[in-house]
């Protein structure tokens, strides 16, 4: 169902990998709500192919950008704004990985060459991301930047690893920039903090789909779908959230108030 939403408005999706991808709902939503978009990922990432054809679907330019290179960032905004015919009004960052995860290593244990490079796949690229759309005056005014994220930020999630500190820093981001793009720009800039969802991140973490289970029972509403989180971020990209800005948005069916659920009692 489509209400223009985005009727006009130009944006940046990362991290479309598959079609399980939260980035891959969320850029189907962008253009069925009137948006132009680019599609970006890490060059790796488009060995799979995948992302060829969701742009071919939507009709958008896919640009490879490591986020952690500030050249790469900086070509990927230049060729979007010439791709797009203007400067950009929002931006999607949707990209995580952790590599004492991947490489199963326990938390107490850490190899912290790894750790840095988590951080700064997971966290600093958000920092990067923000400065190189800042340096290059790319934003519109009005604009909106969202990054996605997860309670383990807050409290314990013991499999979660080192993506928790990954998080509290993306978050703190959110706030410390969106202090400077509101003032400079009037652009907003959120997280959104998601359920857990089958996606090739998600599904990384050790005991993913008993905790899958754990947290649809936890939550009143059970887990949020991408298809919802995609709605979600259609929100926070439209007019219709100006004033919200340097939030940590939970978007997970209540999870984040519950204490204890008699549907987890009887699991
Ligand atoms: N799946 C979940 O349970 C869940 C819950 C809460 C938050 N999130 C967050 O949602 C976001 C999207 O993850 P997803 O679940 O859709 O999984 P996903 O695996 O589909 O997406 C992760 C993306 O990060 C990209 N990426 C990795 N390194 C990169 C780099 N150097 N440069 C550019 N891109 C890079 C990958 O190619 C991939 O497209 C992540 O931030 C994740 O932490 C996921």
């Known amino acids: 169902m489509s209400n223009n939403l985005l009727k006009g408005k130009r944006g940046v999706i990362f991290g479309a990998l598959d079609d399980k991808s939260i980035a891959w709902k969320v850029a189907e939503r962008c253009v069925e709500e009137g948006a132009a978009i680019t599609l970006t990922n890490a060059p790796v990432a488009m ?10 679907k939507l009709n958008a330019e896919v640009i490879p950008a490591d986020a952690t290179s500030l050249e790469d960032l900086e070509n990927l905004f230049q060729q979007s704004m010439e791709a797009l015919g203007g400067k950009i009004d929002f931006v999607l960052h949707s990209i995580g990985m952790s590599l004492n995860v991947r490489k199963k290593k326990e938390y107490t244990g850490l190899n912290y060459d790894w750790m840095q490079k988590t951080f700064d796949i997971s966290a600093i690229s958000f920092h990067k991301v923000m400065q190189t759309l800042w340096k290059m005056e790319a934003m519109n005014d009005w604009g909106s930047i969202l990054a996605l994220t997860y309670i383990a930020a807050q409290r314990t999630f013991p499999d979660y690893s080192e993506m928790a500190e990954s998080k509290a820093l993306l978050e703190s981001f959110a706030r410390s920039f969106g202090y400077h793009f509101g003032e400079r720009n009037k652009v907003r800039v959120n997280t959104i903090s998601q359920s857990p969802t089958r996606t090739t991140a998600g599904s990384g973490v050790k005991g993913f789909d008993e905790f899958f289970d754990y947290a649809d029972k936890m939550s009143p509403l059970g887990n949020a779908s991408s298809e ?16 919200v800005t340097m939030q940590n948005l939970y978007h997970d069916g209540g999870f984040s108030s519950m204490g204890m659920s008699p549907k987890v009692l009887e699991m």
């Open 47 to 56: 060995r799979f192919g995948e992302i060829q054809k969701l742009g071919e």
């Open 228 to 243: 919802s989180c995609a709605d979600y971020c259609i929100m926070l990209f439209s007019d219709f959230t100006r004033m």
